[in-house]
C-alpha cells in the first residue's frame, strides 16, 4: 500500500499544495493586520450609521473569523453600549457578493445575541438585520432611553428574544422579547416613590413600519398587579432622539402594599368596568403627557 502511494504520480503536487494552503493559513494568523482592519470596521460603521464606535483589539482565527474585543458603540455623548466581544463570520462567497449576508455573534451583559447582517456595497449601508437574544441583563435599558444616558429608574433582569428588520426601501419588522425575574426600583408617580417590585416578567411584542413602532403588547405582570400597554412610538433604535408617542395603559393593582397607591392615582386616570384604571400617554419621549381616558383597546 505505502508502495502504491510512493508511486502516485500527483503526490508530489498534492503535497506542495497541501503545504502551500497550510503555510497560507499559518501566516495569515501570525501577521494579520488587526488595526487596518479594526479602522476599516470602525470606518464602515461610522460612515452608515449615526452611532461612534471604539474596538480594543482585533484578530482572525484559523477559520478566517474576525474577533473584536471590547466593543463600544456610542449612541450620544452621555449613552453607549459596550460589548465584550463580536465574532464576524464571513464567507468565502461574501466577497464577490453586491448585498453579502454576515453572520456574528456578539457577548454582552452576561448573554449573547446571534444573528446576521446584510448589507449593501453599492449604497454603503445595511439593508436586512436578523437576531436573536439570549440570557442578556437589562440593567443598561434606562440609561440608553434616557437623553441624558443616566436614569433613576434600576430595573434587573434577564432578556430573551428575536428581532428581524428590513431596512430597504424602509423599515418593516417585527419582534417578540420576553424578560423573565423583572425587578423594578426607584419609580416615581406624580413625585412618589413606589415600593421595589420583584418577580416579574414582561412581554414586548410587534412590529416595524416606517418610521413607527407598533407594539401589540408591553406588559409586566406579577403578583398583584398587572400592567398593559399598546401603541405607537418612534422606532426602536431611535427612541433616545424623541419622537411622538401615542400609547394606551391599563393597571390592575391588587396587592395589599400597592392598593393605597392605586386609590392615588385614581384621580389622574380613568375607571374601567372591571375596576382597573387606564389612560394614554401622548406628547413625545422626552416630554410625554399623561392624560385620563378611557382605552377602548382594553
Do not use: C
Amino acid at each position: 500500500m505505502k508502495d502504491k502511494i510512493r508511486n502516485y504520480k500527483h503526490i508530489v503536487p498534492l503535497s506542495y499544495i497541501s503545504f502551500f494552503i497550510i503555510a497560507f493559513f499559518v501566516f495569515l494568523v501570525i501577521t494579520f493586520p488587526g488595526d487596518i482592519v479594526k479602522q476599516r470596521i470602525i470606518s464602515e460603521i461610522q460612515n452608515t450609521t449615526p452611532y461612534k464606535v471604539d474596538i480594543k483589539t482585533a484578530d482572525v482565527s484559523p477559520l478566517l473569523n474576525i474577533n473584536l474585543k471590547t466593543v463600544t458603540i456610542h449612541m450620544s455623548q452621555n449613552q453607549f453600549v459596550e460589548l465584550d466581544s463580536i465574532t464576524i463570520k464571513p464567507s468565502i462567497f461574501s466577497v464577490f457578493s453586491d448585498t453579502p449576508n454576515i453572520p456574528f455573534t456578539a457577548k454582552l451583559q452576561g448573554g449573547e445575541i446571534q444573528g446576521a447582517v446584510r448589507v449593501s456595497k453599492k449604497k454603503n449601508g445595511i439593508e436586512e438585520l436578523k437576531a436573536e437574544i439570549n440570557n442578556m441583563r437589562v440593567d443598561a435599558i434606562p440609561d440608553l432611553l434616557s437623553e441624558e444616558g443616566n436614569s433613576e429608574i434600576l430595573i434587573h433582569g434577564r432578556l430573551n428574544g428575536n428581532l428581524f428588520v428590513e431596512f430597504v426601501p424602509t423599515p418593516r419588522g417585527e419582534f417578540d422579547f420576553v424578560i423573565e425575574g423583572l425587578e423594578l426600583d426607584n419609580l416615581k408617580v406624580k413625585g412618589m416613590k413606589l415600593p421595589s417590585l420583584t418577580n416579574l416578567i414582561s412581554k414586548f411584542n410587534g412590529n416595524i413600519e416606517g418610521d413607527l413602532t407598533n407594539i401589540d403588547e408591553l406588559s409586566v405582570k406579577g403578583d398583584g398587579i398587572d400592567l398593559q400597554i399598546t401603541g405607537t412610538t418612534p422606532l426602536i433604535w431611535e427612541m433616545s432622539k424623541g419622537g411622538i408617542l401615542d400609547l394606551g395603559y391599563r393597571v390592575e393593582i391588587t396587592d395589599n402594599d400597592l392598593v393605597k397607591y392605586k386609590t392615588f392615582l385614581s384621580p389622574y386616570l380613568a375607571k374601567h368596568k372591571d375596576g382597573s384604571l387606564g389612560g394614554k400617554i401622548l406628547g413625545t419621549v422626552m416630554n410625554p403627557r399623561f392624560e385620563k381616558s378611557s382605552v377602548k383597546r382594553f
